[in-house]
């Protein structure tokens, strides 16, 4: 069975803070993965995907996630968030496109 | 420039009614999905298309049908809508055969049944 755990709902850090949000997947075999992110009211945005390759992909506004084969995980991270980082971001698996339930990213001032 | 237009975007509904959201896409993708999306959610999946004249039952596909006529359009139908229904809908369209290495979103269509 596919499927995409994101074990945080919600989380929040301070701006200039480090960020680490959560995603581990489920799939026979070598998994498509993506992590798209949702502002208020608008619609899905691409921040990164992995096919193969170098576990470590780079994306757009500084985020990069570290893919993980024998932890089933893809991890997003950012060195230091600013404060229009608030949003929620969705971890995305293809085969079919499944989602996971997404986890809600509050930037404190 | 890759695109998928979900129209209307707003749509207010009376129970029992009928509701046809429509998906069209230029991105010459084999495959089409509509997800809805709750509160506290991610989005769930619908129904699915690998092509035209094929439809597929997603995990929550009661309630709905599809219709995919053609390459480029793909159509949710609410036979008898239902308030349970409201929710904000996404069309997306993907590249893959088993598995999609481009995916591109709709703007979503929010959805009030009264």
């Known amino acids: 069975a596919q499927s995409v755990t994101q074990p945080d709902a919600r989380v929040t850090v301070s701006e200039g803070a480090s960020l680490q949000l959560r995603c581990k997947y489920s799939y026979s075999g070598t998994p498509y993965l993506f992590w798209y992110v949702q502002y208020p009211r608008q619609g899905l945005q691409l921040l990164l995907k992995y096919y193969s390759g170098d ?43 499944f989602f996971g339930d997404g986890t809600q990213l509050v930037v404190k001032p | 420039e890759a695109a998928v237009t979900q129209s209307p975007r707003n749509k207010v509904a009376v129970t029992g009614g009928k509701v046809t959201l429509s998906c069209n896409q230029t991105n010459n993708h084999n495959n089409m999905y509509w997800y809805r999306q709750d509160t506290g ?6 129904h699915y298309s690998y092509g035209a004249g094929s439809t597929e039952k997603g995990d929550i596909p009661d309630g709905y049908k599809a219709s995919r006529p053609s390459q480029e359009n793909f159509s949710l139908i609410l036979e008898l809508a239902t308030p349970s229904q409201t929710s904000v809908y996404f069309c ?21 049944v009264v």
């Open chain 2, 92 to 112: 997306a369209s993907g590249d893959g055969g088993g598995r999609n290495t481009e995916v591109f979103f709709g703007k979503g269509t929010r959805l009030t």
């Open chain 2, 41 to 46: 959610h991610g989005l769930r999946l619908i």
């Open chain 1, 55 to 97: 576990p470590v992909v780079q994306g757009v506004n500084g985020f990069e996630a570290e893919f993980s084969k024998s932890n089933s995980s893809f991890h997003l991270r950012k060195a230091s968030v600013h404060w229009s980082d608030s949003a929620v971001y969705f971890c995305v698996l293809s085969g079919e496109i």
